[in-house]
């Protein structure tokens, strides 16, 4: 990705931020410039470097754009599950098109994250069907869930099983909702799925074992959400500075600092996940959920009442800091996970 073509990948990014956010606009055309300059890799890439260049990315773009950068986390994450988990069978031409942008990638694991912690239960049911399976339940919850999305899915089965599959969206038995009314974020294609004995061959299973494929994964997932609170966070420190009362100087001074000791932590786990342990990511995305939130009051309180209409780039980002605590694994699981690790 040059850094010419990267740049107006965020510009125009930051340019409709606030028709995206408000519904007046999608986030496909912003998937599929930003596959277009090659941000979701290639097969050639070291894992490693990759995860390192999409956290830097991801903070970038939700420096200017929550709702774009979202919706790019989900693309990252449906990659990376094909990644950790390849099928049986090769899926090249739908590797191709998520790594293009064209094809939407919509992840649909947060009730996998509650089901593993004993707080909840899968609503996708998995019946065998010869050598494949047939899916019925609800999606409650997923993104980019636009044109032949591919969604990934936990599912359980009738011997409380779990398997994790992926479906398209126009697969026969699939019933996409109307988009959800949001607070915001409300171009990224959010809304739940309907499934009737979608069929599901044994080339589109990829795991039928989620507690370690979510053990696989989960690093990545952490690391990029934390980079997604990031660039919240430095889009309202800025804004503050520009707009700043004396009397705040020592408040936004200090968050900066531990902003920036959360991006180095951040980024020497993302370019070394070598033992890293679970408890330490939580804690990561934590201190970056909490940082964005403070980051976003400052910027509202120096920002005085012109931040209070609804308009204006200020509320945009409570809304998104609004949003980042909600995002599986829920700041309430993290709280949870970080104290039961001890």
Do not use: K
């Not at 509320?315 to 599986?328: H, T």
């Amino acid at each position: 990705m040059t850094t010419v073509s990267a740049s107006g990948v965020h510009e125009h990014a930051a340019a409709g931020a606030e028709d995206v956010d408000a519904g007046r606009a999608d986030v496909r055309g912003a998937l599929r410039r930003l596959g277009g300059v090659g941000v979701f890799g290639t097969d050639e890439d070291d894992p490693t470097d990759e995860l390192l260049a999409s956290v830097r990315m991801l903070r970038r773009l939700a420096s200017v754009s929550l709702a774009t950068a979202f919706s790019a986390w989900s693309q990252r994450m449906v990659l990376e599950y094909l990644r950790c988990c390849p099928p049986p069978e090769p899926l090249t031409d739908l590797v191709a098109g998520l790594r293009a942008g064209t094809v939407p990638g919509a992840t649909a694991l947060a009730p996998a994250v509650a089901d593993l912690a004993g707080t909840g239960t899968l609503p996708v049911t998995a019946v065998r069907d010869g050598a494949g399976w047939r899916l019925s339940g609800t999606v409650r919850w997923a993104s980019n869930l636009f044109d032949d999305a591919v969604v990934v899915t936990p599912a359980r089965t009738a011997d409380e099983g779990r398997l994790v599959a992926l479906f398209r969206l126009t697969d026969h038995g699939v019933t996409p909702s109307a988009p959800y009314e949001l607070l915001g974020l409300g171009g990224t294609g959010t809304g739940g799925v309907e499934l009737r004995d979608a069929a599901v061959g044994p080339g589109h299973v990829l795991t039928d074992d989620l507690a370690s494929f979510m053990a696989l994964c989960r690093p990545a997932m952490l690391l990029l959400q934390t980079a997604l609170a990031l660039g919240v966070a430095d889009a309202a420190l800025t804004a503050a500075g520009e707009q700043l009362a004396v009397v705040l100087r020592p408040d936004v001074d200090a968050l900066g600092e531990r902003r920036d000791d959360v991006v180095r932590r951040l980024e020497d786990l993302a370019g070394d996940r070598v033992g890293v342990h679970p408890g330490d990511l939580a804690r990561l995305r934590l201190s970056a959920l909490d940082i964005a939130a403070e980051a976003v009051r400052l910027e509202s309180a120096a920002a005085g009442g012109p931040g209070y209409l609804a308009a204006s780039a200020t509320a945009r980002r409570v809304r998104e800091a609004a949003f980042l605590p909600v995002q599986a694994p829920t700041y309430v699981q993290l709280r949870r996970e970080v104290a039961t690790a001890g």
